[in-house]
């Protein structure tokens, strides 16, 4: 069975300053590895995955996220806060011997202190 | 392209009561999955399906929820009785194909009130 672990249900931030949003997965198989953005009252947003291949994976609105399989983590990074970086952030998930079912962290609050 | 549809935004119904929520995924998306997201939780996997077959509803709540997909398309999830604790917001998900490692694209939700 697969599962998700993110350290710290809020995080705050300051505007410019480095993002890191912690993720730690447990997984009898390779995962896939996602990280989803939910703002106020919408659906979720992919922001980037790790599939195979290269384990620093780049998504969108500047953030990345690197596949450490010793570590079993996939932390999530941006080098400067944006205000609009302020949201919900979840990390995912799933692998092919669950019918690629989505498990979801509880999430991560993140507010951006201008 | 157009995204997950989901209607409606927002419901308001008394326990006991019955609701029903609608969902159609992009066009194309063999996979459709329908999570329940607590506040201040992450989704939770309701049911997912393939085409029209059910590929997994162990944590669907057999006894009062309901999920079907008749032809393939778009999806509805019925709640009937309604419980307080069923307050959430119900998310309707899709993605291209089953056993691939593909996102999951997701609608902007419902948001369910039991009163």
């Known amino acids: 069975a697969q599962s998700v672990t993110q350290l710290g249900s809020h995080v705050s931030v300051s505007e410019g300053a480095l993002v890191l949003l912690r993720c730690n997965y447990s997984?009898?198989?390779?995962?896939?590895l996602f990280w989803y953005v939910q703002y106020p009252n919408q659906g979720l947003q992919l922001l980037l995955k790790?599939?195979?291949?290269?384990?620093l994976v780049k998504g969108i609105n500047g953030f990345e996220a690197e596949f450490k399989k010793s570590e079993t983590s996939f932390h999530l990074t941006k080098p400067s806060a944006h205000m609009s970086d302020a949201a919900e952030y979840f990390c995912?998930?799933?692998?092919?011997?669950?019918?690629?079912?989505?498990?979801f962290g509880t999430g991560t609050s993140l507010t951006v202190i201008p | 392209e157009a995204g997950v549809a989901q209607s409606p935004r927002y419901k308001i119904i008394e326990k006991r009561q019955s609701v029903a929520f609608w969902c159609n995924p992009i066009?194309?998306?063999?996979?459709l999955y329908w999570y329940q997201q607590i506040l201040g939780q992450g989704p939770k996997l309701l049911i997912q399906?393939?085409?029209?077959?059910?590929?997994?509803d162990s944590q669907l709540p057999k006894d009062r929820f309901s999920a079907e997909r008749l032809k393939g398309v778009d999806s509805t999830l019925k709640i009937q009785p309604a419980k307080l604790e069923d307050s959430a917001v119900y998310l309707c998900?899709?993605?291209?194909?089953?056993?691939?490692?593909?996102?999951?694209?997701f609608g902007q939700g419902t948001r369910l009130t039991v009163v």
């Open positions: 998900a899709s993605s291209l194909v089953l056993g691939m490692n593909t996102e999951a694209f």
């Open positions: 399906f393939q085409n029209n077959g059910v590929v997994d």
């Open positions: 997984s009898s198989v390779p995962p896939y």
């Open positions: 995912a998930v799933s692998a092919s011997n669950t019918g690629n079912q989505f498990y």
């Open positions: 066009s194309g998306h063999a996979t």
């Open positions: 790790y599939t195979t291949g290269a384990t």
